[in-house]
């Protein structure tokens, strides 16, 4: 099967912080050794990219950003022989693309993928050292992850599954990052056991996806943190046992309240400020474990009571994305078999033209749940 690729396509590029999101028309990218071309469905969008879009966190300019991508492959590399991969497949990619070849992703460990920050999160590039992505005139632009936010986009293979039949493709984008980036903080950091009790601070992509897999592990109850009652109220329809609204309630006092004065075993925290890192703290019992996922804003730095963790013995364990080649394919047969409800943590879909709108509605607070890019539109 083979499929005709134009030559050049539309793609959301940053150039400058104070201008945003432009549509441009670049060339298509093609796929080298160990690396499928997708053609785009839908891209999921993250609070992550609102840190480049803001100018945040440094990122090399020119660049497409967009990382969590369902699509249709349509060329497929060399190197591809025990993949598995094929042309015609729909699939879900994963942010977090391990190169498969580093010490860490020998250890399994792809979260910790040497090549992926060095090259990757530094650079915009894949593990040959080049971007993919090259506008009309040949100038090279750097890819955040796979650079979503476009018709066409090139993925390493160790970075995508296929979907199974009777999977929204445009709601499913939202698995290669909200949905992995909960499994990973449920399933590795916290390695969450059956019949804890969880705290899960911010609700919104993440926090959504965060609660419906501590609810799949048998968590026995779920307090959802956020200062939104409308996200709260969207949190109890996935799984929260209880809301606290930070906002009109001290986090501590209620979540002793609703926990026999002990706190939670596992407090989760999803928006990487240090108000949130004290409501996850807040919330911790004795021995208990806070599970950071938010990123912050560039460097930042939260407090943390020493004598408390200390004597209290609370660990704090940094969670990113999640161990993609073993993960992505649990998360996408966890969603198809309706243990993650991706389908209505989607609230919004923008065209690629809107793209730039929709993130200004994100950083506004006002997108419950996720919203993505439909290609479609
Ligand atoms: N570790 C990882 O692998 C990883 C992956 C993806 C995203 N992230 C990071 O996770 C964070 C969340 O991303 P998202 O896409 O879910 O964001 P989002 O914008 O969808 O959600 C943020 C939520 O925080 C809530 N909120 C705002 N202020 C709050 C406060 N003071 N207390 C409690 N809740 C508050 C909002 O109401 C909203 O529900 C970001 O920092 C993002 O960069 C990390
Ligand atoms: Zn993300
Ligand atoms: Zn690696």
Not at 46 to 69: W, Y
Not at 161 to 184: F, N, R
Not at 208 to 230: H, L, P, T
Not at 304 to 318: A, C, K, Y
Request: glycine fraction near 12%; hydrophobic fraction near 40%.
């Amino acid at each position: 099967m083979s499929v005709q690729i134009p030559a050049t396509m539309r793609a959301a590029v940053l150039r400058d912080p104070k201008i945003g999101l432009q549509v441009e028309t670049i060339k298509t990218p093609h796929p080298r050794d160990g690396e499928v071309l997708i053609k785009v469905t839908a891209c999921g969008m993250c609070h992550s990219d609102l840190h480049v879009i803001g100018g945040k966190i440094a990122f090399p300019l020119p660049c497409v950003l967009g990382h969590e991508v369902t699509g249709q492959i349509v060329e497929v590399g060399p190197g591809n022989e025990q993949t598995g991969l094929h042309v015609g497949q729909n699939v879900a990619g994963a942010f977090l693309m391990p190169c498969g070849k580093c010490e860490y992703c020998a250890q399994g460990r792809d979260d910790l993928c040497a090549p992926f920050f060095d090259m990757n999160r530094i650079k915009g590039q894949l593990y040959d050292g080049h971007t993919r992505l090259f506008g009309l005139d040949n100038e090279p632009i750097a890819m955040y992850s796979m650079g979503a936010l476009s018709e066409y986009c090139v993925i390493p293979s160790t970075s995508v599954t296929a979907l199974e039949d009777g999977m929204d493709m445009v709601a499913g984008s939202i698995l290669g990052c909200a949905a992995l980036t909960g499994y990973g903080a449920v399933r590795r950091g916290a390695n969450l056991q059956y019949g804890e009790t969880v705290a899960v601070v911010a609700t919104g992509g993440i926090g959504s996806n965060i609660i419906q897999v501590a609810k799949a592990f048998g968590a026995a109850q779920i307090i959802a943190i956020d200062v939104d009652d409308e996200k709260l109220e969207a949190a109890r329809k996935l799984g929260a046992t209880d809301v606290v609204n930070s906002m009109k309630r001290n986090v501590r006092d209620e979540v002793l309240a609703l926990t026999n004065g002990r706190g939670v075993d596992v407090a989760f925290e999803a928006l990487g400020r240090p108000e949130t890192w004290t409501s996850a703290l807040d919330s911790l019992r004795d021995g208990g474990r806070m599970v950071p996922i938010g990123l912050g804003a560039g460097v930042q730095t939260a407090a943390v009571e020493i004598n408390r963790t200390v004597r209290r013995s609370q660990s704090i364990l940094g969670s990113y994305g999640a161990r993609t080649r073993q993960d992505l394919p649990t998360v996408v047969k966890m969603a198809s078999d309706g243990y993650i409800d991706y389908r209505h943590i989607v609230t919004r879909k923008f065209s690629l033209d809107q793209a730039g709108e929709g993130y200004k509605l994100l950083a506004q607070g006002k997108i419950q749940g996720r919203a993505v890019v439909d290609m479609s539109l």
